[in-house]
């Protein structure tokens, strides 16, 4: 069964940085198209960006191109999303999901796997 598993959320202030991890025990993510997407209360679930099965194509949201940065570790089976110069917009919920071809990969319904998601809060 693919499981994803999302880690390095947590509580920062306006300004700094994380970077968030998925790990797919289970998926060969080098076959996969991986996405990270978002939701934050009371919206709904947003995109946020996207890198193809080898890692030579990316696309990023409006709301956080030049600040946040997606790539993969095929190797090591992992999954990145650097987080950069947050701000409170940028708290919510972060998920990473999989899919196999890179196609309307903003549409969060097309992607097969998922994961449960990791809590980013940026507060002062």
């Known amino acids: 069964q693919v499981q994803l598993a999302e880690s390095g959320g947590g509580l920062v202030q306006p300004g700094d940085s994380l970077t968030l991890s998925c790990v797919a025990p289970?998926?060969?993510?080098?076959?996969?198209?991986m996405g990270w997407f978002r939701q934050a209360p009371g919206k709904t679930r947003e995109f946020v960006a996207a890198?193809?099965?080898?890692?030579?194509?990316?696309n990023y949201s409006e709301s956080v191109k030049g600040r946040f940065t997606i790539s993969k570790d095929n190797a090591a089976n992992v999954v990145y999303l650097q987080l950069n110069s947050l701000n409170p917009e940028d708290t919510a919920r972060y998920y990473c999901?999989?899919?196999?071809?890179?196609?309307?990969?903003?549409?969060?319904?097309?992607?097969?796997?998922w994961g449960q998601g990791t809590q980013v809060t940026v507060s002062s």
């Open positions: 999901a999989a899919r196999r071809y890179y196609v309307r990969i903003h549409v969060g319904d097309e992607y097969d796997y």
């Open positions: 289970g998926m060969t993510i080098r076959n996969y198209v």
């Open positions: 890198i193809s099965a080898f890692a030579l194509v990316t």
